[in-house]
């Protein structure tokens, strides 16, 4: 477990969690100005204002998926043999796993360029176009799971 919290530690550094949120109160005082929609750029700040509450939300899952799973791992030192807590403890941690993993992938495609499109080619090599469509549906299938 400590894998997983080591991770997150490693998430909010590269987050810069403490200026995000310093950036959301800076938006936010922004807002409260009654001539906010008429200047330039407001839809930006407003959607900026989203993406920083989507990542610091997605942070606090994160941060209670591993607690949860925390609580569950301490729960199941004291009863080691009951099978329920072994299962809520798989449960918890697998939970955890992924909520980290889709943070960290959010948190890595994140730079400069990467909320822009894509041109995206895929050659299944040998096979004919059989296997170049099953590669093709293959890598569809994989995006649509990883929402991008």
Do not use: C, P
Request: proline share 0%; aromatic share 4%; net charge negative.
């Amino acid at each position: 477990m400590s894998d997983l919290s080591a991770r997150l530690e490693d998430l909010k550094t590269k987050l810069k969690l403490e200026e995000i949120v310093a950036e959301k109160v800076g938006l936010l005082s922004e807002m409260e100005s009654a001539d906010f929609w008429n200047g330039e750029g407001a839809q930006k700040k407003s959607q900026r204002l989203a993406e920083i509450d989507d990542t610091l939300n997605t942070y606090k899952e994160v941060q209670g998926a591993i607690s949860d799973a925390e609580t569950a791992e301490a729960m199941l030192a004291d009863d080691y043999e009951n099978k329920e807590l072994i299962a809520d403890n798989q449960k918890y941690q697998g939970i955890a796993e992924s909520a980290l993993a889709k943070l960290e992938m959010a948190t890595y495609l994140s730079g400069r360029y990467d909320g822009l499109d894509a041109i995206l080619s895929i050659h299944a090599g040998a096979g004919g176009l059989v296997r170049d469509g099953r590669a093709h549906v293959s890598a569809l299938r994989r995006a649509q799971r990883l929402g991008i």
